[in-house]
């Protein structure tokens, strides 16, 4: 089980339902299996940077249940990125399977200004530019993010 689809599955679970203890969060993750200990339960919840209420736990500046996070690019390619290339105008990364979803949604959350659009499959993603000069760009943002 990736950390990634841990903490997203903690985000989903406060979005539904108030959590108050790090041991309620341990067996709600349990029921959609998710074995987890509570030390790290507890380095998801500083990580994530979730508050501990009154009425639970919950992301910062949010009043009412917790909007999901979506971690940073580098983070997210660092965990599933495999290749990324330059074909004419567009960027195309492979990622892991299952996990193409995941980093479109982070790239998209960038709001690149040569970005044209995305379309993420299992494990492929297709980045749409303007030109094959931003391709290039593009592709050397991601590289750079992700130090190879």
């Not at 950390?3 to 959590?19: A, G, S, V």
């Not at 195309?92 to 790239?107: D, E, Q």
Request: hydrophobic share 40%; charged share 25%.
């Amino acid at each position: 089980m990736d950390k990634l689809y841990r903490r997203t599955q903690i985000l989903d679970l406060l979005k539904r339902e108030p959590i108050a203890t790090q041991a309620e969060l341990c067996d709600k993750l349990a029921r959609r299996g998710i074995q987890v200990t509570q030390a790290t339960v507890s380095r998801d919840i500083e990580e994530l940077g979730l508050i501990k209420t009154r009425k639970g736990y919950r992301t910062p500046g949010v009043a009412g249940p917790a909007k999901p996070i979506q971690p940073p690019l580098p983070i997210v390619l660092k965990e599933f990125l495999r290749d990324v290339r330059k074909a004419s105008n567009l960027v195309v990364i492979k990622t892991h399977p299952g996990n193409a979803h995941s980093v479109a949604v982070a790239l998209d959350a960038e709001q690149w200004s040569e970005v044209v659009g995305t379309v993420a499959g299992d494990d492929t993603i297709f980045i749409a530019t303007g030109s094959p000069q931003e391709a290039a760009r593009i592709r050397k943002k991601i590289i750079d993010l992700v130090g190879i």
